[in-house]
Nanobody, 120 residues
Framework: VQLQASGGGLVQAGGSLRLSCAASGRTLSRYAMGWFRQAPGKEREFVGAISWIGGSTYYGVSVKGRFTISRDNAKNTVYLQMNSLKPEDTAVYYC??????????????WGQGTQVTVSS
């Protein structure tokens, strides 16, 4: 299974970015997809998750109302739309397949991460 995250970059505070996570080698119909982020010197933080069937979404407190997760089943791809970005959103963002839990140990396959930098 390979997960390819993309779409990161440099954006000014208040701006938007959309991250993508394309999966190959596994059909994700039975798995939730999670997004996590990790800033330098900090633990990996749960951003949100989406169930593959039904599309239920769950978000971390720090991003709720600003970030939206969606998926395209036909493309085996999940998206993370990030709006109203803040400097504290700066981190490497990872996608992973798992249960949809906020716990990192409930995810088995991880993408390589994509850097998001928000300037003030």
């Amino acid at each position: 299974v390979q997960l390819q995250a993309s779409g990161g970059g440099l954006v000014q505070a208040g701006g938007s970015l959309r991250l993508s996570c394309a999966a190959s080698g596994r059909t994700l119909s039975r798995y939730a997809m999670g997004w996590f982020r990790q800033a330098p010197g900090k633990e990996r933080e749960f951003v949100g998750a989406i169930s593959w069937i039904g599309g239920s979404t769950y978000y971390g407190v720090s991003v709720k109302g600003r970030f939206t997760i969606s998926r395209d089943n036909a493309k085996n791809t999940v998206y993370l739309q990030m709006n109203s970005l803040k400097p504290e959103d700066t981190a490497v963002y990872y996608c992973a397949t798992g249960t949809g839990s906020p716990r990192t140990d409930e995810y088995d396959y991880w993408g390589q991460g994509t850097q998001v930098t928000v300037s003030s």
